[in-house]
């Protein structure tokens, strides 16, 4: 008997970092991954599609801390990409794992023009594709090449909080290969700036008359929360969160000016638009950011992937854990400044007539406690979901920044395995109809999203952009474009097994369907019929 085969050595260093689901849509090229990961302790989920198992595997990687997903060669990478191209610049650490072709494979390729299973006909496709989305990808033609190829894919993906790749040629899954040795080095040694650049940052915090620090998706990443509300407190410093990073920390206590998300007003734009010293931590900057960035260059201290920048000056290295340790070393120095006090959620007036946008959010933020994991979609709705009053930490998972609309429903199903919370996705039919089979999902692996389908039969996002007079006179026709096929979700739902499926088009239906929902440890769909000329409060 072998050892250590190749899939045992991938397998042992996934459960090494604690990774307990295999999510794909298994093929002959990689189907033994799938074959052991049962006796290596991973549940395999099996997705319905092979996007959907990307965005599972982003849901689980963003809760969990490291995630692993395997489809087909070429049919199923390329359908997956996009997951992974969202998780590279949303910050979150997933391995790829491909069977690729043999040497066989690629002589008949180059000798005879004999195009191998999947191929387009050249010989690293896949490869050559995920070199653009990932930290590192490399391929194993031989089995002395698996550790080496193996470790640095699982050790990137953590050390960067970024998708890595690895490719294995088909024939090698089953030979055996040396076992793994000593641990992975999981931490980039400190750069030696650190102590230096945290005096002049705490400095610069306080000498200033108006400073707050943004905290970024990194600060959740790296699991640096405590060290960052530790720091936030030492100062007494006012504090927002990127959308990204939105219950990053918990919405409360001093300082708390709201969530920033540009360019929505609020009274978190204006404090940290007018933040004389504005410490961006680990925050990625969608394009709503451009504005700030560019007007406020001279008081803006940026902290992101690796570097600091000081008031637009050059980049330096630093490695984040010992920056903000030094920063809250430093911090402790002196005693902090008074901190306003924060923001609290307002109460919503009782809801009357017909169900509108607005209503719907309301009526999440009524419900809210620390159970539920609220994952939005990218919609019309994401703009109130980003003040939603989530409860505690790490009660919000979306991805706003890549924003591809159908991530929130196939996330849910990752984060099912990967978080303690119960997913509440809030997504419009638009979004839906994009990734309603993770519904079949859900009912197959028996876990309990509850999933909110905002119908107003459009792509009501895309009208607000391209022709927002549509929401403002009643004359006025959608883009013949924006205009969605109706579906009876309920029906769907049912068809796909799902037993909790309701259609509400009032507040107190709502209300009484979303009790139900949460009674029952089953996943549920509830589909909030609204008038699609409405538009959430924040739009
Ligand atoms: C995968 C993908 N395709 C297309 C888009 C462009 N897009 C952004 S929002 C949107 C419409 C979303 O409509 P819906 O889910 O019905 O929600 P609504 O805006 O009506 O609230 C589209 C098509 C996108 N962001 N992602």
Redesign the pocket.
């Known amino acids: 008997m072998v050892a250590c085969t190749v899939v045992d050595y991938i397998l042992t260093r996934l459960r090494e970092q604690h990774v307990d689901t295999l999510f794909g849509v298994p093929s002959a090229f990689c189907a033994p991954l799938f074959d052991a990961a049962p006796a290596a302790g991973m549940t395999a989920v099996v997705t319905a599609t092979d996007l959907e198992a990307g965005y599972a595997a982003d849901g689980y990687a963003r809760t969990r801390g490291l995630a692993a997903v395997s489809v087909a060669y070429g049919v199923g990478t390329l359908s997956l990409i996009?997951a992974i191209a969202g998780a590279y610049v949303e910050r979150s650490p997933i391995v790829v794992i491909n069977g690729g072709p043999t040497e066989s494979h690629l002589a008949g390729l180059s000798d005879l023009d004999v195009v191998f299973s999947h191929s387009i006909g050249r010989p690293d496709t896949d490869l050559s594709a995920y070199k653009l989305v990932t930290a590192s990808a490399q391929r194993a033609a031989t089995t002395a090449e698996v550790p080496t190829i193996v470790d640095t894919a699982i050790a990137t993906a953590i050390r960067r909080m970024r998708p890595t790749y690895l490719e294995i040629s088909k024939d090698l899954w089953n030979r055996a290969c040396a076992s793994p040795a000593g641990p992975l080095r999981l931490t980039d040694p400190p750069a030696g700036t650190e102590q230096g650049l945290a005096g002049t940052i705490i400095g610069l915090i306080r000498a200033a008359r108006s400073p707050l620090i943004l905290v970024g998706a990194e600060i959740q990443r790296y699991g640096l929360a405590d060290q960052v509300a530790d720091l936030i407190t030492k100062l007494g410093v006012r504090w927002s969160t990127a959308l990204l990073a939105k219950s990053v920390l918990a919405e409360q206590g001093k300082g708390w000016v709201g969530v920033y998300d540009p360019p929505r007003p609020g009274p978190a734009r204006e404090a940290v638009e007018q933040a004389d010293l504005l410490l961006t931590l680990g925050c990625v900057f969608p394009n709503g950011y451009a504005q700030l960035l560019a007007s406020r260059r001279e008081h803006i201290v940026s902290v992101y992937d690796g570097t600091v920048r000081i008031r637009g000056g050059v980049r330096q290295q630093a490695e984040l854990r010992t920056l903000v340790a030094a920063l809250v070393t430093q911090a402790a120095t002196a005693p902090p400044r008074p901190a306003p006090a924060g923001v609290q959620p307002t109460m919503p007036a009782p809801a009357t007539g017909g169900l509108t946008y607005r209503q719907v959010f309301e009526r999440i933020g009524v419900a809210l406690d620390d159970s539920w994991l609220v994952v939005p979609?990218?919609?019309?709705?994401v703009f109130s979901a980003a003040r939603l009053p989530v409860k505690g930490r790490d009660g919000f998972l979306c991805g706003s920044v890549w924003?591809?609309?159908?991530h929130s429903v196939a996330a849910s199903v990752g984060a099912s395995f990967g978080s303690p919370r119960r997913p509440l996705v809030v997504?419009?039919?638009?979004?839906?109809h994009?990734m309603a089979q993770a519904l079949s999902t859900m009912v197959r692996y028996r876990i309990d999203p509850v999933v909110i389908v905002?119908d107003?039969g459009?792509?009501?996002?895309?009208q607000?952009i391209l022709g927002r007079r549509y929401f403002e006179q009643s004359g006025v026709q959608p883009l013949p474009y924006v205009v969605?096929n109706r579906w009876d979700f309920v029906s769907f739902a049912t068809a796909v097994g799902m037993g909790s499926a309701y259609s509400v088009d009032t507040a107190s239906a709502f209300d009484a369907a979303l009790a139900a929902a949460k009674a029952s440890s089953a996943p549920a769909l509830i589909v909030a019929k609204v008038d699609p000329r409405t538009l959430p409060a924040d739009a």
């Open positions: 996009n979609d990218t919609f019309l709705g924003a591809s609309i159908g997504c419009g039919d638009g979004g839906f994009m905002i107003n459009l792509y009501g996002y895309e607000f969605l």
